[in-house]
């Protein structure tokens, strides 16, 4: 099963979504302190997946603010 069909079975369960986004949250959030080959990894897979994945969340804005500060993050990093 690809990553898809996981959060589509979690989306079926509103208790287990909400908690999935938060969860995202808290991961992108600590993903500015590891390398760049794990954030180039997570914000791919956010951006493909997540970010429509949680539009009905209670938590969108906060999973897309999340988001946007790590890929800064990320390209300050890269940058250097």
């Not at 986004?21 to 600590?30: E, P, Q, S, T």
């Not at 997540?50 to 890269?78: G, I, T, V």
């Amino acid at each position: 099963a690809d990553i898809g069909d996981y959060l589509a079975k979690i989306r079926e369960n509103q208790v287990a979504f909400v908690v999935k986004v938060a969860d995202r949250i808290n991961n992108l959030r600590d993903a500015v302190l590891a390398d760049l080959g794990f954030q180039e990894k997570y914000l791919k897979e956010t951006e493909e997946f997540y970010l429509e994945f949680a539009r009905m969340s209670p938590f969108y804005e906060e999973l897309f603010e999340a988001f946007l500060r790590l890929q800064e993050d990320h390209l300050s990093k890269w940058r250097r």
